[in-house]
């Protein structure tokens, strides 16, 4: 077993958890045992089932209790929003996706994509009472748009949007913009230039995107 298998499970048998915990407490400070929960809890999440969901969801909130480290806060929010979204809790997730937001306001220094992904549920589960709050998120962090992947969330949450509120000329240009992103083959970094490309698309919204464009 590698020195930080540990902290990287994707099984949470009793032996597991022991493990875990016995490393845990000899961890020597607040940071280290607050960044160990969040990747562990991560790691769990990854599973993609509900009974691992409840167990990150578990560690995430016992970070949050003992150990809420203000570099940790944010990254850990969304997780737990991730999780919500499994279990189907999806307005308390929307909840944390706030928390994770306002972290990022007060910590810049660590960023995440729940900006994104605050609007990607919204158009998802169609809810159409957090539009203005969809557009307003991403219009206030509009300077992270840097791969082409942002690129094409940024424009597809606005073209669903517009188009949802009748606005068919807008919803077009939004529309196309995502599908140009999503054409992408470099990222535009030199050093990296498969570094945040559009690879997978949830169908139902790329499939609703080129209806728009045309």
């Not at 022991?18 to 960044?35: D, G, P, V």
Request: charged letters at 25%; hydrophobic letters at 35%.
């Amino acid at each position: 077993m590698g020195k930080e298998d540990w902290y990287r499970k994707t099984t949470w048998s009793k032996s597991d958890k022991e493990e875990f915990f016995e490393r845990l407490k000899r961890s020597r400070t607040s940071f280290h045992k607050a960044q160990y929960l969040r990747i562990q809890a991560s790691h769990l999440q990854s599973v993609g089932t509900i009974e691992m969901a409840n167990h990150s969801l578990e560690l995430l909130d016992l970070m949050f209790k003992e150990f809420p480290e203000k570099s940790e806060l944010s990254s850990a929010f969304l997780q737990k929003a991730e999780c919500l979204i499994i279990l189907g809790n999806i307005q308390q997730a929307i909840y944390e996706m706030r928390n994770t937001l306002q972290s990022e306001r007060e910590f810049p220094n660590v960023k995440t994509y729940a900006w994104l992904e605050f609007g990607w549920t919204t158009i998802i589960y169609q809810l159409s009472d957090l539009y203005n709050e969809t557009l307003d998120v991403l219009n206030e962090f509009k300077s992270d748009l840097i791969f082409p992947i942002d690129k094409y969330r940024w424009n597809a949450i606005q073209a669903i949007i517009e188009n949802e509120r009748g606005n068919k000329n807008a919803a077009k240009n939004f529309a196309f913009s995502a599908l140009e992103a999503s054409s992408l083959s470099h990222s535009g970094f030199r050093y990296h230039p498969k570094i945040g490309l559009v690879k997978n698309t949830k169908e139902e919204i790329h499939s609703k995107l080129i209806e728009l464009a045309n």
